[in-house]
């Protein structure tokens, strides 16, 4: 079964304090990781897509990379906007395997 | 502006109603699904469509229905056999079903009474 765990639930940081959050999978064959952006009450917003390990994709203040075992999602210097959940999604290698399977998220909140 | 419309916004049922969901994309995607999202968990898969009258059961597809007569269509069907049904669907699409982005739609927040 596969699985994906972020960390932390919650993380609170101060503007301009960089930090990580993580989010560690375990599925049979890694097709692609996904990370993703969700405001309270709204759908989430698409950000990277990291298909093997080693890769690195980067936009504005947020980096994301990937190893065989975990993603983390580094985020450079955030401003108050920047406050929202983001969310990891793994999608299998197995043959007829659609679906993502998502962790729950960590809610960044970015005070001023 | 393409992209992926959800209606209503915010939906009230009463115990015993079905309800229907809306589901539109102007993105040409071939691919749509539907999530359900719960406080505090992971968004869970309800059904996917790859193509036109063809759709698959997801982890939760108990007392849910979909069609997909339309590539650009996919309704969302709660029915009073869910025993739950109080939850944040998400409707989303991609252009190819095995790899690629899934993008989201707004959502609809259905609440029973």
């Known amino acids: 079964e596969d699985q994906v765990t972020q960390s932390p639930e919650a993380l609170r940081l101060q503007e301009g304090e960089s930090s990580s959050l993580n989010c560690s999978y375990t599925?049979?064959?890694?097709?692609?990781l996904f990370w993703y952006r969700q405001d309270p009450g709204k759908g989430p917003e698409f950000l990277f897509t990291?298909?093997?390990a080693g890769e690195e994709k980067e936009k504005e203040r947020l980096k994301a990379t990937l190893t065989k075992k975990e993603s983390f999602l580094h985020i450079t210097a955030p401003k108050p906007e920047d406050s929202a959940t983001y969310l990891c999604?793994?999608?299998?290698?197995?043959?007829?395997?659609?679906?993502?399977?998502f962790g729950k998220g960590t809610k960044l909140s970015v005070i001023p | 502006d393409g992209g992926i419309t959800q209606s209503p916004k915010y939906l009230f049922r009463k115990e015993g109603q079905n309800v229907t969901l809306s589901c539109e994309q102007n993105?040409?995607?071939?691919?749509m699904y539907w999530y359900r999202q719960d406080p505090g968990q992971g968004l869970r898969l309800i059904y996917y469509?790859?193509?036109?009258?063809?759709?698959q059961k997801g982890d939760i597809a108990e007392g849910y229905s979909v069609s997909r007569e339309k590539k650009e269509s996919f309704p969302l069907t709660v029915t009073s056999a869910q025993k739950n049904p109080t939850a944040f669907y998400l409707c989303?699409?991609?252009?190819?079903?095995?790899?690629?982005?899934?993008?989201f739609g707004p959502g609809t927040r259905l609440t029973v009474l």
């Open positions: 599925v049979s064959g890694l097709r692609g």
């Open positions: 993105l040409n995607h071939d691919a």
């Open positions: 999604a793994v999608q299998a290698g197995r043959a007829g395997s659609y679906q993502l399977t």
């Open positions: 989303a699409s991609s252009n190819r079903l095995a790899l690629n982005e899934q993008f």
């Open positions: 469509s790859q193509i036109v009258n063809d759709f």
């Open positions: 990291l298909y093997s």
